[in-house]
């Protein structure tokens, strides 16, 4: 059964009467993180997805099949679809043309009543007038009623009403706009960030396609003649016909690992009275850890939610009762619990609501109670039918749960041995930790520190009131290729597990954390960024809250430091800062030593805890990256990568990163 939302069948005619005024504008330009989120890169990119998620609720609604977005050449972000163009009629309430309603009135939409749109993918809503009031520059180009209709906007204030232009036979909108430098921390897009988010958003909407093209210049490749050649321009064009299977079998060809069963289990169902269905489709691997992915309205829930909390009980009620139907599981034997039966999972659960409500902390939890009962049933009632068809594959995804099972069991044992030892609780804290003075977890840090040359300097340096110091020896076991109570018999990741004072894995608990800033403070060498990657999977894998909550960040020591003469000596970060600084410099009349002149950090153990302090430590000059997880499917395909089994893969991925420090913002 297809699940179509209602605005395909009654084919609404979305007109100036569809469009509801809530507000104003007056607020969005002077406090911008209210609607955005903040003005940073997130913010910056957010733009360009609330024009977007407009187009998309026109292919929702079954009138845009094709949506073109465009890096300009001189930074403005162009987008164009095919769907039913933005009414132009002079709107009923307000005595203006509904395209400048809509595009400088706050929540002026059709998303806001029952005419315009049954399902609409926008998480607020606020959509092109937000756009319009953080851009410097605006325009519109709507195809509707025979002709093409113009406006453009400076400063969100209309260049002049809206004009009619040639005559036209199709119907879209085109959206071009340039984000205010004034507003924006920068102004610069990223490419493989929207890359990432297209490829999602055309997983979601089987069938539509999205094209992403950058035309800002490039920098020139160098052919096997070691000649400079143009770059060719970067595009992607995204389309799958299987929407969400494709999505499944993407993110487990990362994992290589093998398949507990070859077919991809899928479902669709809609209840169009309570304007709700959901998209569904899932595939067991012998990975150790699951990769649900949870969507509403084409948001990524990475909060979980209702929706979730039906799936989940859904699949451990069921896998249950079908094993002791078929006297898998014996009538002394414990059920399977909920990790258990979702190890190795990739699934992907896609919900449309009419109305959805988000909650949480960063407003990506469902809180729809009706979700947890609907998706609850569908699933049971559709992987039941699948089970009793496929009953090999159903044995084999058994099989895997009783194998996590008892890993599980040996996990608990490991915990309660380690407990009896002090090891992961109480008064025992780690030997090696020196812990800081604060019993306050928002003041408190911890540093996460390779070496123990280094761990000396950083406890040196460090402000003992608030700052404690975890020194590791050598590189942590990689959890990606074993599961918990391995984990939890390395003596490294017993030191953090107690350090850090939450727990690990089911048990873990973000109230209970002692540091509300857990830095990760490596050598910025290839192996110091191989622990690095290690930690982040360990607290990706078993403590992923830390990161959800913005509590991890990555220490950005100096790679340099300039002995100038005849100034204060410099510390630089990255090779082009170096050239950069020296330039300078030297146009200052600043002068170097030719022989020492240029000092190079090769490993945090070679600073003096003055300078660790200075650069790395202090929160007067440091600088730390926050580890984010925007997109929890992206960086479980990256982590799965990085830390897998497929050699080649991991080389090209790296090959194809290494230049570009972002991969670590997962």
């Known amino acids: 059964m297809t699940a179509e939302p209602e605005g395909t069948e009654t084919k609404n005619e979305y007109g100036a009467g569809d469009i509801q005024v809530l507000e104003g504008l007056e607020a969005v330009r002077k406090r911008p993180g209210m609607y955005i989120g903040s003005t940073g890169p997130r913010g910056l990119h957010h733009l360009v997805y609330e024009i977007v998620d407009n187009s998309v609720d026109e292919a929702l609604a079954g009138y845009c099949d094709t949506i073109d977005v465009t890096i300009l050449a001189d930074g403005g972000v162009r987008v164009i679809d095919n769907g039913r163009g933005i009414p132009v009629a002079m709107h009923p309430t307000e005595g203006k043309s509904t395209v400048e309603v809509v595009l400088t009135i706050l929540h002026a939409g059709g998303k806001f009543g029952g005419g315009g749109y049954a399902v609409s993918g926008g998480l607020h809503g606020v959509g092109s007038s937000v756009v319009n009031a953080l851009s410097s520059r605006f325009n519109v180009a709507v195809q509707r009623e025979g002709f093409t209709w113009n406006m453009s906007f400076t400063d969100s204030v209309p260049d002049a009403p809206l004009a009619q232009g040639e005559p036209s036979d199709g119907t879209g909108t085109t959206i071009s706009f340039w984000p205010s430098a004034a507003i924006f921390e920068s102004i610069e897009f990223d490419y493989a960030t929207l890359k990432t988010r297209f490829q999602q958003m055309a997983f979601l909407n089987k069938g539509l396609r999205i094209n992403l093209t950058d035309e800002r210049a490039q920098d020139p490749i160098i052919d096997e003649h070691g000649e400079e050649q143009p770059a060719p321009q970067p595009h992607h064009s995204f389309m799958y016909e299987n929407g969400i299977q494709d999505y499944v079998q993407y993110l487990n060809s990362a994992k290589r690992a093998d398949l507990v069963h070859d077919e991809i289990i899928a479902f669709e169902s809609e209840d169009k009275e309570r304007r709700i269905s959901l998209e569904m489709a899932m595939q067991w691997t012998t990975a150790y850890t699951e990769s649900v992915h949870t969507y509403a309205n084409t948001i990524n829930t990475h909060e979980g939610g209702t929706h979730e909390e039906g799936f989940r009980a859904a699949l451990t009620t069921l896998v249950n009762k079908y094993a002791r139907e078929k006297n898998i599981l014996k009538e002394k034997d414990e059920n399977l619990s909920g990790d258990d039966v979702r190890e190795g999972l990739t699934a992907v659960v896609s919900i449309k609501l009419g109305e959805p409500q988000f909650e949480g902390q960063t407003k990506t939890k469902l809180g729809n109670t009706e979700a947890k009962a609907f998706v609850q049933k569908v699933v049971g009632d559709h992987l039941g039918d699948w089970f009793e068809r496929n009953p090999n594959a159903a044995k084999e995804i058994i099989r895997k749960a009783l194998q996590a099972a008892t890993a ?259």
């Open 408 to 666: 599980r069991l040996a996990a608990r044992k490991a915990r309660e041995t380690a407990r009896r030892k002090g090891l992961l609780e109480g008064g025992g804290m780690p030997g090696k930790l020196k812990d800081c003075s604060s019993k306050d977890p928002s003041i408190s840090e911890i540093f996460i520190v390779e070496g123990d040359s280094a761990g000396g300097s950083a406890v040196q340096g460090r402000n003992p009131a608030t700052q404690a110091i975890l020194p590791l020896r050598g590189k942590i076991l990689n959890v990606e290729k074993a599961r918990l109570d391995r984990a939890l018999g390395n003596a490294e990741v017993q030191a953090m597990i107690t350090a850090f004072g939450a727990g690990i894995g089911e048990e873990f608990n973000t109230d209970k954390a002692r540091y509300h800033k857990i830095v990760l403070m490596a050598d910025a060498d290839v192996d110091g960024q191989h622990i690095t990657t290690l930690l982040l999977t360990l607290l990706f894998r078993y403590m992923r809250p830390l990161i959800e909550l913005g509590y991890v960040y990555l220490a950005q020591p100096p790679l340099y430091r300039l002995k100038w003469t005849n100034a204060e000596h410099e510390y630089v970060f990255s090779d082009a800062e170096r050239d950069a600084q020296l330039a300078a410099g030297a146009a200052a009349g600043r002068r170097i030593p030719k022989d020492n002149g240029i000092q190079r950090y090769k490993g945090l153990g070679e600073m003096n805890y003055q300078e660790l302090w200075e650069t790395t430590m202090s929160p007067e000059t440091r600088t730390l990256l926050q580890v984010t997880m925007d997109d929890a499917a992206q960086a479980d395909e990256t982590f799965s990568t990085l830390m897998g089994e497929d050699v080649e893969a991991r080389r090209t991925f790296i090959q194809q990163n290494a230049k570009d420090v972002r991969f670590l913002d997962i």
